[in-house]
Structures are given as structure tokens and as C-alpha cells.
């Protein structure tokens, strides 16, 4: 029984003796190679992070002239497609294609030989029928006939003069003139061609001035008055082109939340075509005191968007508000003042509160 205990003894005194070594081991060996690092906010050597190297710029107020920039298309001032009333068979064409007509000239001519007998026949029964009334109206003058007698010779009277008017109304059917000046296009038809209701004769438009229709964001809205001038241009041309507002449709789109505008431009040259593409450019209003940024130091957030800016060495995230945006600015409506330090490159890298070394982009 001694002996058992003897034995644990023994070994509590050798383990108490092995930790004893094992913490005097660990000491020397924390002599010889100095305390351990301790850990700073630069990283884990407790050395700084390098300054990551950014292009910036110092923020100043400047005069912005609030261009909206939108596509539209151009259209003729007045524009049909030339048709036949009646039917019948084309007998004269008295137009070139391609050329201007006035008003009121005759384009093409329809066989009218059946309706010009139809008035002969229409006009004889009217002769007639008002000699009846005369008579009629001399008889009850000496009360050889009754007021009803005489009101049947009146009514038959009008009621041929009413065929008479119907069918000259047919006649002139057959002539077809242009309803307006303007440049006629190509034809689709030749003499002997039968006319019918839905035959294509020709296009007939005018196009000076011309229409230059297009839409913009509602938020626009209350920055476009009747007498507006806008400058545009098109794919077939970079000659810059004036125009005007004269039209403004009187409610919103609600599905594109867009307002519809007209305007007129002058076209005496012909150079603008109906149907080209139109590239628009409206100056809305002028902002004094404008504070721009290049677009790539906007950086798109859950909640908006923020920039980052250079503020004692560090990087510090503002978040921001914006306006206008242009091919190469945007307007900062709240968040920066003059004076700040925008940083306009290294977005990706950056971080709140990281180093950094800016390097001072001039505008």
C-alpha cells in the first residue's frame, strides 16, 4: 500500500517538474527573440498599410447650362396618300413625279362621260320641272289652282334641283386636285389604270417648314413653354438646325411618364427629310453655382450613391444626391461643397478610412 502511493508521488513530482521546464524554456527563448509584435491598426506586423495611390479633384462652383439631350423624328408639315373617290377609268395624268404642285392644280382626271349624262338628264328634268312652277305659280296668282297645287310644282323643283347638285357633286369626284402645296412622290398608277377607293395614286407632302416630334421625361415638364427653341441635327447631316415649339401635348404618357412636344423648323432647301432620325438638344435653364464631378467618381450604393473624398490622408465615403447628367459630368445637387477633395479614380480599392495619396487632376 506504501508503495502504491510512493509511485504517484513520483509522478506528480515529475509532471510538476516537466510544465516547470517547459516555462522556463519558453522564457529564454522570448529573451533572445524579443517580445512578440504587437498587433497595430496598420496590419498584422504592425507596420502601416501603403497609401494607395488616386487621382482627385478639388471641388469648385461653376456656371452649368442644363442641356437635355433627346431623339425625336422628323415629319412632313402635311402629308397624304392620294386616292380616287369614285371609280373609274384614268384618263389623264397631269402631274411629273418628284415636282411641287400648288394647290388646287389637277393631278389626274377619271372618265366622267357616264355622269356628265346623268347631269344632261338631271339638268332637262330641272328645266322642266321649274317651267311647271312658274306656270303653277301664275295659275294660283289668279286662284285657278289650290296652294296645295302649287306646293307639289315647287316640291318636285327642288327635289330635281337636289338631283342636279348630287350628281355634279359626282362629277367633280372625277377630278382629282391636290389639297394643298407641296411635293408629290412617286406615282403608282398609269392612264387606262381602273381607279377604285383603295388604289394608291401617289404621296403628297409638304415639307416646308417641317415637324420635329419628340418626348421628354416628365420631370422636364415645366421647362419647355410654346416658342422654346431647340438645335438639332440628324444622321444624314451635321449641320445644326433650329427650330421651335409649338405644340405641347396636354397630359403626360403614363406608361412612358414622358411628355410629348412638336416643334417647326424651316425647310426651305429640302435637305430634311420626313421620317429621318432626329438628335435634339433643349437648353432647359442655367444653374450659377454648380457643383460637377466626373461620372466615373459617382459610385452606385444600396441606398443611392456616394463618392469617396480625401479628408486628412484617409478616404471617407459622402454619400450624395444628383441632378443633370452629361456625357462626361454630373451635377451634385447635396453632399459636396467647394473645397472638397473628390477622388475620381480607385473606387474599386478604396475603403472608409484607407490611405491615400492624391494625385491633383486640373479641370
Same mark, same amino acid.
Given at each position: ?250 397630359? +403626360?404618357?403614363? #406608361?412612358?411618364? $414622358? !411628355? *410629348?412636344?412638336?416643334? @417647326?423648323?424651316? %425647310? ?11 438628335? +435634339?438638344?433643349? #437648353?432647359?435653364? $442655367? !444653374? *450659377?453655382?454648380?457643383? @460637377?464631378?466626373? %461620372? ?19 478616404? *471617407? ?47
Amino acid at each position: 500500500m506504501k508503495k502504491r502511493y510512493i509511485i504517484y508521488i513520483v509522478l506528480a513530482l515529475g509532471l510538476a517538474y516537466l510544465v516547470y521546464y517547459r516555462i522556463n524554456a519558453n522564457k529564454k527563448i522570448e529573451g533572445k527573440g524579443g517580445a512578440p509584435a504587437s498587433k497595430g491598426k496598420g496590419g498584422k506586423d504592425g507596420k502601416s498599410s501603403p497609401a494607395i495611390a488616386v487621382d482627385g479633384m478639388v471641388v469648385k462652383l461653376s456656371k452649368f447650362d442644363t442641356d437635355l439631350e433627346v431623339t425625336g423624328a422628323i415629319e412632313a408639315n402635311e402629308s397624304i396618300v392620294l386616292k380616287s373617290e369614285v371609280s373609274g377609268l384614268v384618263t389623264g395624268i397631269f402631274f411629273k413625279e418628284g415636282t411641287t404642285v400648288s394647290k388646287g392644280t389637277v393631278l389626274v382626271k377619271i372618265n366622267d362621260r357616264d355622269i356628265q349624262a346623268q347631269l344632261q338628264d338631271a339638268l332637262t328634268k330641272q328645266k322642266l320641272s321649274g317651267t311647271n312652277e312658274s306656270r303653277a305659280k301664275q295659275l294660283l296668282e289668279k286662284g285657278a289652282i289650290s296652294q296645295e297645287e302649287y306646293d307639289t310644282s315647287l316640291a318636285d323643283l327642288r327635289s330635281f334641283q337636289s338631283q342636279t347638285n348630287l350628281v355634279r357633286a359626282q362629277l367633280a369626284k372625277t377630278t382629282i386636285r391636290a389639297p394643298f402645296s407641296g411635293r408629290i412622290g412617286l406615282r403608282s398608277i398609269s392612264s387606262g389604270t381602273y381607279l377604285t377607293p383603295a388604289t394608291v395614286i401617289a404621296n403628297l407632302v409638304s415639307t416646308n417648314p417641317v415637324k420635329i416630334t419628340f418626348s421628354i421625361p416628365e420631370k422636364y415638364a415645366g421647362q419647355i413653354k410654346i416658342g422654346t427653341e431647340i438645335n438639332f441635327t440628324t444622321d444624314g447631316s451635321s449641320k445644326q438646325n433650329i427650330g421651335k415649339v409649338y405644340a405641347i401635348e396636354p397630359g +403626360i404618357n403614363t #406608361a412612358t411618364r $414622358t !411628355l *410629348q412636344i412638336r416643334a @417647326l423648323a424651316s %425647310n426651305a432647301d429640302n435637305a430634311l427629310l420626313p421620317g429621318s432620325f432626329a438628335k +435634339i438638344k433643349l #437648353a432647359l435653364s $442655367t !444653374l *450659377q453655382n454648380a457643383i @460637377l464631378i466626373p %461620372n466615373e467618381a459617382v459610385i452606385p450604393v444600396l441606398k443611392g450613391k456616394i463618392v469617396y473624398i480625401q479628408k486628412n490622408g484617409k478616404a *471617407q465615403e459622402v454619400p450624395i444626391e444628383a441632378g443633370t447628367r452629361t456625357d462626361e459630368n454630373i451635377v451634385i445637387t447635396s453632399g459636396l461643397k467647394a473645397g472638397d477633395t473628390v477622388l475620381t479614380t480607385g473606387s474599386m480599392a478604396l475603403k472608409k478610412d484607407a490611405p491615400v495619396k492624391v494625385n491633383l487632376v486640373k479641370e
